[in-house]
């Protein structure tokens, strides 16, 4: 369902910028959003190259002057953040709020043998983008278990640790199936 949406997302912002803007100008942004990924602007060409498994969340401000100074002639700013990048911006900041899961991870050398449990429930595939959304206004705590309390609790014993992680969920939080 999310490769669809996202497949149907790429296949509209590509119909708006070739779909309504003349031949001789189309190099320039009229009337098509400023895209980001992982904090770089690309153009709508570079956005060919990414898969929607490869993104973790896609976020659109629209109508607003902040981005005006970046284009004055767009419509908006599609800003997106890749799995790989979201990983390394969440892990870095339970590293600061946690010596254990930073020893852990520094010790372990990556998180695959990390289950992630967010509020009580097991993060399945695209977890990503769920735990990038925590910050210092909604985070509340991280416990690290090790793989007999994770078998026990959640029944998992794939994964040699787990990481319970406690936060409210962030109003503009997307709403996903899983």
Same mark, same amino acid.
């Given at each position: 369902?999310?490769? %669809? *949406?996202?497949?149907?997302?790429?296949?509209? *912002?590509?119909?708006? &910028?070739?779909?309504?803007?003349?031949?001789?100008?189309?190099?320039?942004?009229?009337?098509?959003?400023?895209?980001?990924?992982?904090?770089?602007?690309?153009?709508?060409?570079?956005?060919?190259?990414?898969?929607?498994?490869?993104?973790?969340? %896609?976020?659109?401000?629209?109508?607003?002057?902040?981005?005006?100074?970046?284009?004055?002639?767009? *419509?908006?700013?599609?800003?997106?953040?890749?799995?790989?990048?979201?990983?390394?911006?969440?892990?870095?900041?339970?590293?600061?709020?946690?010596?254990?899961?930073?020893?852990?991870?520094?010790?372990?050398?990556?998180?695959?043998?990390?289950?992630? *449990?967010?509020?009580?429930?097991?993060?399945?595939?695209?977890?990503?983008?769920?735990?990038?959304?925590?910050?210092?206004?909604?985070?509340?705590? %991280?416990?690290?278990? &090790? &793989?007999?309390?994770?078998?026990?609790?959640?029944? &998992?014993?794939?994964?040699?640790?787990?990481?319970?992680?406690?936060?409210?969920?962030?109003?503009?939080?997307?709403?996903?199936?899983?």
């Amino acid at each position: 369902m999310k490769q %669809i *949406i996202l497949t149907l997302f790429f296949l509209l *912002i590509y119909s708006i &910028n070739y779909g309504q803007t003349p031949a001789q100008e189309s190099k320039a942004s009229k009337g098509v959003p400023v895209i980001f990924v992982d904090s770089i602007r690309i153009s709508q060409a570079d956005m060919q190259k990414y898969k929607p498994d490869d993104i973790a969340t %896609i976020t659109v401000y629209k109508d607003n002057m902040a981005y005006r100074h970046l284009d004055s002639n767009a *419509i908006g700013v599609v800003y997106i953040e890749t799995k790989q990048f979201s990983k390394k911006r969440f892990l870095n900041y339970f590293n600061s709020k946690s010596s254990e899961f930073k020893h852990l991870l520094m010790s372990e050398q990556s998180d695959d043998n990390f289950l992630y *449990i967010l509020n009580g429930k097991v993060l399945g595939k695209g977890y990503e983008g769920k735990l990038t959304a925590i910050n210092d206004k909604n985070f509340k705590s %991280i416990t690290v278990i &090790n &793989n007999k309390e994770l078998a026990n609790k959640y029944g &998992n014993t794939e994964k040699n640790f787990g990481i319970l992680i406690v936060a409210d969920v962030p109003e503009n939080a997307p709403k996903r199936k899983e």
